[in-house]
């Protein structure tokens, strides 16, 4: 049997160590990227509990200022022709304001678009809203309920509000004017602060057109960014599809930052809720896991390909002991057993039958070397003449 060399040995011991490792670095990948999804899935599903909270929380303000209006609008209705002064209405309209929160005021406009009575107005001072759209559309369209515009810069607080209109009619159903809500945009990102979206989290109103009510963390184009339509096409994608909610990952046209966001149509109003959990935030955990299993696997595979080595060389010199010793085995061949020898000549008989002379028999069955000399007893055998002083040659 060949005895093995070390090069196919050495071979066979890397193989099984690549083998081992790259088993190894294959379950700490599954591992991690199993940790992925489940860092991706708990993400999805708070960006969807939180846009559900956004939801119910914008609808109930819209909800809240919308029976203030009703409120004031039965008011009016209730007490034209009576006794009742605008002081009276004033303070009547101060109340339902002071019992909605998130609203800037509460106003009425008579027929021609002129701001009569309300929190925030002054007297002798007279403010026309006579061009805008959301007055327009209530005006002239007796069945159109409650109307929500898109935000406009307010006239009388110079801040970016929601109007919230109901038509006033007179006893015949002619236009008497409208009652206003103006639903304070600053006012949802101060409510959106105190939710928890991680440090580059975002949350965002707006409408169904894509324009920007308002957003948290504020754009640094603050104040100029309302009813700007910029916005993802991942977002786009889904206004055009008509569903009601959604979950992509996309790339702020804002700040540029990669988000997973979950979005829904408010119930029964014109706005979009949607609600952006940062990776970098939510998968900060897992990179931490990522480098912690890189240092592991790095570990591993420095102590296999050390133990390895150690493993080789220690079979190195197991090979060199086993050659020295079968050095040392051949180098100490004896004789064993019986050894049939000529009680006269000496001779002695090998295994084939041949009888050979004692120092050719034990030459070829030993490393023994042969000198020839004579021993006393023999010199005075063969040199009987001599005077017996002969020694050993």
Not at 241 to 248: A, D, L, Y
Request: glycine residues 8%; aromatic residues 8%.
């Amino acid at each position: 049997m060949a005895k093995p060399t070390p090069k196919p040995i050495l071979l066979w011991l890397g193989a099984g160590v690549l083998t081992l490792n790259l088993f190894v670095i294959l379950m700490g990948g599954i591992s991690l990227r199993q940790s992925w999804h489940n860092q991706q899935d708990r993400a999805i599903l708070t960006a969807q509990n939180l846009a559900q909270l956004l939801d119910r929380y914008v609808a109930d303000t819209f909800s809240k200022a919308d029976l203030a209006l009703w409120a004031v609008k039965d008011e009016i209705e209730r007490s034209a022709g009576g006794t009742g002064g605008p002081r009276d209405l004033d303070a009547f309209i101060r109340r339902q304001h002071e019992r909605t929160p998130g609203l800037l005021a509460i106003r009425t406009v008579n027929a021609q678009g002129i701001i009569e009575h309300g929190t925030g107005t002054k007297p002798g001072i007279s403010t026309s809203i006579a061009e805008r759209e959301h007055f327009i559309r209530t005006r002239d369209d007796p069945r159109a309920g409650s109307v929500i515009s898109k935000p406009v810069l307010g006239k009388i607080s110079g801040q970016w509000l929601i109007p919230l209109d109901l038509r006033l009619e007179r006893p015949d159903h002619g236009f008497a004017g409208i009652v206003y809500a103006a639903i304070d945009v600053d006012q949802f990102g101060k409510d959106f602060s105190a939710l928890d979206v991680g440090q580059h989290g975002s949350i965002a109103i707006r409408g169904l057109d894509l324009g920007l009510v308002s957003r948290y963390p504020a754009p640094a184009t603050v104040g100029t960014a309302v009813g700007e339509q910029i916005a993802s096409q991942e977002l786009r994608a889904f206004a055009q599809s008509g569903q009601s909610t959604g979950i992509f990952r996309a790339r702020s046209p804002f700040d540029h930052i990669q988000r997973t966001v979950a979005i829904r149509r408010v119930s029964g109003l014109p706005f979009y809720v949607r609600v952006g959990l940062a990776e970098q935030d939510y998968l900060a955990g897992w990179r931490r896991e990522v480098l912690q299993e890189l240092m592991e696997l790095f570990l591993f595979t420095c102590l296999t390909l050390a133990a390895s080595w150690v493993i080789y060389r220690a079979w190195v010199r197991q090979q060199i002991a086993h050659d020295e010793l079968e050095k040392l085995l051949a180098a100490v061949k004896t004789l064993g057993g019986m050894v049939p020898i000529c009680s006269h000549c000496k001779k002695i008989r090998d295994d084939k039958g041949y009888w050979n002379q004692i120092e050719a028999y034990l030459a070829e069955h030993t490393d023994a070397e042969f000198t020839h000399g004579i021993c006393p007893d023999c010199a005075k055998e063969v040199f009987p003449r001599s005077s017996g002083k002969h020694t050993a040659i």
